[in-house]
């Protein structure tokens, strides 16, 4: 154990930091750990038997809009066949669309005219058909009804359906430091630049029984943050249940669809009828492929061809998105299939949306491809298809499931090539100790690295493969006692969107770099020192488990008994909470293992400052953030070091 002291620093923040002894010098770290402040919820949100979500702590309030819109070229992937229909029809695309709202969002009357603001549910509609969809999924039968209708049944995102499209750019702070207040704040534009914001556009595709509202609080952070985010919901039988309204046949294109009367056919009970039912697609004779103990290993015939249409799905969801900034919203507003009267649907629609507010407001060109598991598997195959996707500029990879993709040749000239675009890999604790599945994450950083690119690899200490998802911010104590989560889930979440915002402010053009720095609170986790292997951490600090059937499923707590029910340790656990702290050894350098780095090198080369060494402690939550954009007319001044940017990412 090393020798510790606290001490005092005597300026305005009056911050705590730990002095902590090793190996002879004195390095400081950061003491509190505990999550970043949240805007408080709201009396529903607090209501018992409701798990609800944490707000978001950008420095705008968030939007969603729902989309169902039928494909350009409808059609099949694969032979395969269930019940006498193709398993991978390719007819609509259906995605929840983040995005930073307007002033007001929230408050007085909605645009659409309605008595009140509508919010989206966490479990999708028809809420009790879907909880019947994960109890299949999930192995868990009839009893998934109660169990959601009990916990998550009245659960809704934190963001506001169809709010207006903000106008304007962030302010210098997010709400852990400027509270409520800055919600309804702007900040200068960049020297320059128009007075309204083009906004950045994410594409976010989910794991093995995900939707498109299963990763809410990665998808509004970023939201929050300035990004439109568009995470689509995959009709592959990656997911526990999904509906597919059936658009009229016919049309060619999206502009010829678009002139008919409302995209739909017959009547309301017809369109029920009509549309299909998509569960989770359990490989014949090999159920659990998915596991690192299975002996027939991965359906490689199902999931490529998963992996075909998630792609195209992605595609499509582009050129949506694409038309949507062009100016032919309402086109797509026409199209939509998530209105009234079809499977899924909220009353609202689109109703209130001025999609002139959208021409122009959407940065098509450098998008940022993210997913998890599977979805970071989808990731890896689009950005080794740079012709096809020439608008995406980076990627970022969560807990990446390793089998669902194949290892580059760097020989092959065909369509799979070598990723040459900067990437960011964020593993949970538990994926780590897959050795197979950690091997391949180093490989991809090393292909990634071989072409120059920015490439990052690091693992979150005490996370389990769901933390990435909403599941641990909704259900923690489940986590805990049956997988054995040790980080605060929403620790977890600040820790993934911190690093990405970092990631994104290093490879993003100018000046959508301002729109993640301005408020964001540094910490420099992608400035933090490498430890390449697991073997050269302490085992001290390693919660692997030791029957390898637990394997990526959970971690162990050892003395779990006298960590959960010794007095004396709960005590301490509520000492240090009430200090700003975490109950494990959690500093901001053990928090996070960094496998892999940018050479300083390669960092120059790219126009990117070399991390200090020592590295310079990160800001605490209650810090100004370090970043302030230089701006005559402002008179704000800016750190320049972090000014620096690298050259811009070309869009494909």
């Known amino acids: 154990m090393s020798d510790s002291t606290t001490l005092r620093e005597s300026d305005s923040s009056q911050h705590v930091l730990q002095r902590e002894q090793t190996d002879g010098h004195t390095s400081f770290v950061r003491d509190a750990k505990k999550p970043k402040t949240r805007p408080p919820k709201t009396l529903r949100d607090s209501l018992p038997l409701i798990n609800s979500l944490p707000n978001y702590t950008g420095p705008y309030s968030v939007g969603t809009m729902e989309l169902e819109i039928p494909v350009r070229e409808a059609r099949h992937f694969s032979h395969l066949k269930r019940d006498h229909s193709y398993m991978l029809d390719f007819k609509t695309v259906l995605m929840t669309v983040y995005y930073p709202s307007a002033f007001g969002s929230g408050q007085g009357p909605p645009p659409s005219g309605a008595r009140r603001w509508s919010r989206e549910t966490w479990l999708p509609r028809p809420r009790a058909q879907m909880a019947g969809g994960y109890g299949k999924f999930g192995g868990i039968g009839a009893f998934a009804l109660p169990f959601f209708g009990l916990s998550t049944w009245f659960t809704k995102l934190p963001a506001f359906r169809n709010a207006a499209l903000a106008t304007h750019w962030p302010p210098f702070e997010n709400y852990v430091i400027g509270g409520a207040a800055v919600k309804n704040q702007a900040g200068p534009a960049p020297e320059g630049h128009p007075a309204e914001p083009v906004f950045p556009l994410m594409l976010f595709s989910h794991g093995l029984g995900g939707t498109r509202t299963m990763y809410s ?28 309204n059936q658009p009229r046949e016919g049309a060619e294109n999206m502009d010829e669809k678009s002139q008919r009367d409302d995209g739909g056919k017959g009547t309301q009970s017809q369109r029920h009828k009509a549309a299909r039912v998509i569960d989770y697609y359990f490989p014949k004779g090999n159920e659990y ?49 998530r209105k009234k009267g079809y499977v899924g649907a909220s009353s609202h629609g689109l109703e209130g ?87 391949l994450v180093r490989k991809l950083v090393e292909e990634a690295r071989a072409e120059e690119a920015l490439a990052w690899n690091l693992t979150i200490r005490g996370t389990i493969h769901l933390n990435h998802s909403d599941f641990p911010l909704l259900y923690p104590h489940l986590c805990s006692y049956a997988l054995k989560m040790t980080v605060d889930p929403q620790r977890c979440l600040d820790i993934s969107i911190n690093s990405s915002l970092e990631f994104l402010q290093k490879v993003l053009p100018d000046p959508y770099h301002v ?33 390898d059937k637990y394997l990526a499923a959970r971690l162990v707590i050892p003395n779990e008994l006298h960590y959960r029910f010794d007095p004396r340790e709960i005590l301490h656990r509520r000492k240090v909470r009430k200090n700003r702290g975490q109950p494990l050894d959690q500093t901001v350098d053990n928090e996070v293992w960094m496998h892999h780095a940018p050479s300083d090198d390669l960092l120059r080369k790219h126009g990117l400052p070399v991390p200090q060494q020592p590295r310079q402690r990160p800001a605490r939550d209650d810090e100004q953030p370090q970043v302030r954009e230089r701006d005559a007319s402002a008179g704000v001044a800016q750190d320049e070091q972090t000014m620096r940017r690298g050259a811009q990412q070309p869009a494909g």
């Open 515 to 547: 729109l993640p720095s301005r408020a964001l609170r540094s910490e420099g986790i992608l400035d933090m020192s490498v430890i390449e292997k697991l073997d050269d951490i302490p085992e001290e600090q390693l919660h692997k488990p030791e029957n």
């Open 289 to 337: 492929d998915t596991s690192p103990m299975s002996d027939q290993g991965v359906d490689q015939e199902l999931r490529g061809a998963q992996i075909d249409m998630r792609i195209a799905e992605i595609e499509e969801a582009y050129h949506v998105m694409n038309e949507i900034s062009s100016g032919k919203g309402e086109e797509v507003a026409r199209l939509n299939l």
């Open 217 to 244: 609080g990665i998808c509004g952070e970023f939201a929050s943050y300035g990004f439109i985010v568009c995470a689509v919901e995959h009709r592959d039988g990656s997911g526990p249940r999904t509906f597919i």
């Open 353 to 439: 949306i001025d999609w002139t507010s959208w021409k122009g407001r959407v940065l098509t060109t450098n998008v940022a491809m993210v997913g998890h598991s599977f979805g970071a598997a989808t990731t890896v195959e689009i950005l080794r298809n740079p012709d096809r996707f020439n608008y995406i500029g980076m990627g970022i990879i969560y807990d990446i499931w390793s089998a669902g993709i194949k290892a580059a040749n760097p020989h092959d000239e065909g369509p799979n090539r070598r990723i040459a675009l900067p990437l960011l890999a964020l593993n949970s604790e538990a994926f780590a100790y897959w050795s197979s599945n950690f091997e």
